[in-house]
């Protein structure tokens, strides 16, 4: 595992993101960062690192599934039982982090898909949903010609 | 031995479940998933009352529904500490570190003897064990209760990080005679001071102004093997990371014909640390059975 030694700003690595619009805003605020030098801590190199990301979107998800739910059971009800059913698919499918992941934002695009075409309010909630998918794969596609960037922001952190 | 008693809390199924969700659980899902288990775990009576037993002493002005409002987050940062610790074993992936008090871990590391790490059932132990022996060109033995489910014990021992050596403190064990040696050898040596497995030898100190027991071994250790004792605590921040907080080391030396009396006064320094600790920290003691009933 790559690792980083006294440097504050290592934090803001866009190798420490997952998804492509963490990745990006990344990109741009350890750009505008001054080096931070802070003896005594250490960055290590992973994806899925940042606590900011990956609660963002752990709590994005839920509340969108939940309102989901809603569609067919009262607020109440949805909200409980939609923290129960989203863990379904990994204990039925099992089939590591990579497929589960999949599984689940596919479901949720479907139900979003779907949601999107009625008539009740729901239609917003799967229209953010659809929307943030789409910002995503935006960002992807700016991406692409910046691991240029990516590399000269890790080698200042001595990668 | 009866088939259900591997669901109970100490039972073998939820460490394999634990090994198993964390390379299943899609990772940006996960603090929603903990939530949800550490939520579920309140189910776990007697634990959450000996937390809130805990949390009562150590707070002595709060109210039983606050408590267990903290007991949830005893139980969520337990989750958390556990998950890092197998996800480090079996992905080898690290948390963020930050020190504090890291003149004393240098002079650790540096020092031209063994020494003993003296720490407490906070954040991840386990964690903080690899991180040292990652980090470190000194071999660590960690000493630790055995698991009182012999399945548990068995899936544990076979899952051992293979960087750590392990002993386990059983009454029986002639664990003190190879702990000795592994000083003399320049070995650091770590022990957990919070808690007294049945039939070890303790000493009786006060925490947050109530009698309980440590564990006599470290210091008696220390003593025999003129070591220093370094107090030394694993605190979780956040989600993965960490923060190792390192004191001045205490010494334990023979200075009159009362041995008791120079080991109380390790054990008097090492309760004072650990106080402070908790109290900074008390929503990551997992300490799941009243402390002060031991010396009752």
């Given amino acids: 595992m790559r690792i980083v030694r006294d440097r504050e700003d290592a934090k803001w690595l866009p190798s420490r993101f997952h998804f492509a619009l963490f990745r990006l805003f990344a990109i741009v605020r350890m750009s505008a960062m001054a080096p931070r030098p802070r003896p005594g801590i250490i960055v290590p190199i992973d994806r899925y690192q940042s606590s900011f990301e990956n609660y963002a979107i752990s709590i994005w998800y839920f509340a969108t599934v939940s309102c989901f739910f809603t569609a067919v059971m009262p607020w109440w009800v949805a909200i409980p039982l939609a923290s129960l059913v989203v863990q379904l698919p990994i204990y039925v499918v099992g089939r590591g982090q990579g497929v589960n992941s999949i599984i689940f934002m596919t479901s949720a695009t479907l139900a979003a898909a779907y949601l999107a075409t009625t008539q009740t309010w729901l239609r917003w909630a799967a229209w953010q949903f659809l929307a943030i998918l789409a910002l995503n794969a935006l960002a992807a596609l700016l991406l692409l010609p910046m691991r240029g960037v990516i590399r000269k922001l890790e080698a200042r952190c001595g990668l | ?135 470190s060109t000194r071999k660590i033995v960690m000493v630790r209760a055995p698991e009182t489910d012999p399945d548990t014990r068995r899936y544990e021992e076979a899952h051992l990080d293979d960087r750590v050596r392990i002993g386990f403190n059983t009454a029986s064990s002639d664990l003190a005679l190879d702990l ?31 009698r309980t027991l440590v564990p006599a071994g470290p210091f008696a250790l220390a003593m025999a093997a003129r070591a220093p004792i370094y107090p030394l605590f694993v605190i979780r921040l956040g989600r993965r990371r960490y923060k190792l907080l390192a004191n001045a080391p205490i010494t334990v030396t023979r200075t009159s014909r009362d041995r008791d009396a120079d080991i109380r006064r390790g054990v008097e320094q090492w309760s004072r640390a650990l106080e402070t600790a908790i109290a900074a920290a008390w929503f990551q003691w997992f300490a799941f059975e009243p402390y002060f009933e031991e010396a009752a």
């Fill in chain 2, 1 to 135: 031995m009866k088939w259900w008693r591997r669901f109970l809390v100490h039972g073998v199924f939820w460490r394999q479940f634990l090994h198993w969700a964390v390379v299943n659980v899609p990772i940006w899902l996960e603090p929603m998933i903990i939530a949800w288990w550490s939520m579920f775990f309140l189910l776990w009576g007697p634990g959450r009352r000996g937390v809130m037993r805990n949390l009562a002493a150590i707070k002595p002005r709060s109210s039983p529904i606050a408590n267990f409002f903290r007991v949830y987050r005893v139980f969520w940062n337990y989750a958390w500490t556990i998950t890092d610790n197998v996800r480090h074993r079996e992905q080898g992936i690290l948390p963020d570190w930050e020190f504090e008090g890291s003149e004393h871990f240098e002079e650790l590391q540096s020092r031209d003897g063994g020494s003993i790490i003296l720490t407490a059932h906070m954040g991840s132990y386990d964690l903080g064990a690899q991180l040292f022996a990652e980090f």
């Fill in chain 2, 180 to 210: 000795l040696g592994a000083i003399q050898a320049g070995e650091v040596i770590a022990i957990q001071g919070d808690r007294v497995t049945p039939g070890i030898a303790a000493v009786e100190t006060a925490l947050f102004g109530k």
